[in-house]
């Protein structure tokens, strides 16, 4: 099974609400990041999370690392529309394969 | 510095034809990476890549598909014989150093989306 599982598959919120987004994994890593695609579109990146650090800010995004529990969670601040998109974590395992491991993804929906 | 590049960006084939997708790293970045995007899903690593050699490509099928890195030229990923299952979003992802133990960032490209018909 996939390395990274993002929970919920879907999240529907108003604008101005907060969204929050769960990203579980199952090894040891390197790293985690998290990437936004809009629909039909690329991967964006939006934060790297390095295993020493357990919170990280940029903007409205808000990225924790709790690597005990081998888990992830993206805040995104007072959402706006424009930020309906999936949103996908992905892992530079410890392994010593040189793949990042990508989750399913959450589908955000942000309502005007 | 334009970011990474791939063309073309849509893709038609018949079944059994060949398809060629093409990648353009970041200036300056040496390691390229392939993914494979289905409907609804998340992305797969396929192959990663340095300059003339193949690094990893334990996530790419055995058969049609390959992968190369020439010293001049972009980055090409191809597929013989092409079956409508190989209908998917292909992205190619670019770092300046190998991600191995390290914190490298892979930037992606817009993607190819191939349609077997």
């Known amino acids: 099974s996939q390395q990274g599982e993002e929970d919920p598959q879907a999240l529907s919120i108003q604008e101005g609400e907060n969204a929050t987004m769960n990203c579980s994994y199952k090894?040891?890593?390197?790293?985690l990041q998290w990437y936004r695609q809009n629909s039909g579109r690329g991967l964006v990146h939006l934060i790297l999370?390095?295993?020493?650090?357990r919170e990280k800010h940029s903007g409205r995004l808000r990225v924790t690392l709790d690597t005990s529990k081998k888990s992830s969670s993206l805040l995104i601040t007072a959402s706006r529309a424009a930020d309906t998109a999936s949103y996908f974590c992905?892992?530079?395992?410890?392994?010593?394969?040189?793949?990042?491991?990508f989750g399913t993804g959450t589908r955000l929906k942000v309502l005007a | 510095n334009a970011g990474v590049m791939q063309n073309p960006r849509h893709l038609v084939r018949r079944r059994g034809q060949e398809a060629r997708l093409r990648c353009s790293p970041m200036?300056?970045?040496?390691?390229v990476y392939w993914y494979r995007q289905l409907p609804e899903e998340g992305l797969k690593f396929m192959v990663y890549l340095q300059k003339e050699n193949i690094i990893d490509e334990s996530g790419m099928p055995k058969e049609r598909f390959s992968a190369e890195f020439p010293k001049e030229g972009p980055s090409i990923l191809r597929i013989q014989q092409v079956v409508r299952g190989d209908s998917a979003a292909y992205f190619c992802a670019s770092s300046p150093f190998a991600g191995q133990g390290g914190t490298d960032t892979q930037y992606f490209g817009p993607g190819t989306r191939l349609t077997v018909l």
């Open positions: 999370i390095r295993s020493n650090e």
């Open positions: 200036k300056g970045h040496s390691h």
């Open positions: 090894t040891s890593i390197n790293n």
């Open positions: 992905a892992t530079d395992p410890t392994s010593g394969t040189y793949k990042y491991i």
